[in-house]
Structures are given as C-alpha cells and as structure tokens.
C-alpha cells in the first residue's frame, strides 16, 4: 500500500501540479505521513521505477501464494534487494 500510494501522489502531482491528499484518498493523513510520501513521490521515484516495483511486488506475492514448497523468507530477501535495485 506504501508504494500505491506513492503512485497516487506522483501521478496526482503530474496532472495538477501539487498534491492533496484529501481528492487522492479521500481524508487527510497526519502531516509527519503526508509530506515524506510527497517528498519522495516528487523527487525519489519517477513512474517507471514505480511500476517496476508494483510489478516485482505483484510477482513475489503470486509466488508466495502459489507456490508452497517455496523457502518464503528467501522469497522475501529476494523481493527486497530486487526493489533496491529500482532506487
């Protein structure tokens, strides 16, 4: 959901050109949440690197749910360094 929302805020701030998390999500977070997403939706993550962190995260819980012979906190560990390649 961290990195949904990151997406939100990214996306809202291309096509208005400021954030407000009250048209994103439909109520206002507590500033000390609000304004470290903002700031790392605008300056961190660019829409690929999102995406492709979406689609990891997608991949590894598809694993983890289909398979279950799978070593889960190796799966895990696996999920993590690949998202840290993205940043």
């Given at each position: 959901s961290f990195v949904k929302d990151i997406f939100l805020y990214n996306t809202y701030i291309k096509l208005h050109g400021s954030a407000n998390s009250k048209d994103i999500f439909g109520y206002s977070p507590p500033k000390h949440i609000e304004e470290p997403r903002i700031?790392?939706?605008?300056?961190?993550?660019?829409?690929?690197?999102?995406?492709?962190i979406l689609n990891t995260l997608l991949a590894d819980e598809l694993q983890l749910k289909t398979n279950s012979k799978i070593d889960?906190?190796?799966?895990?560990?696996?999920?993590?360094?690949?998202?840290?390649?993205?940043?």
């Open positions: 700031n790392l939706a605008i300056n961190v993550l660019d829409t690929l690197k999102i995406k492709n889960k906190e190796a799966q895990l560990l696996s999920t993590i360094i690949k998202v840290q390649g993205y940043l």
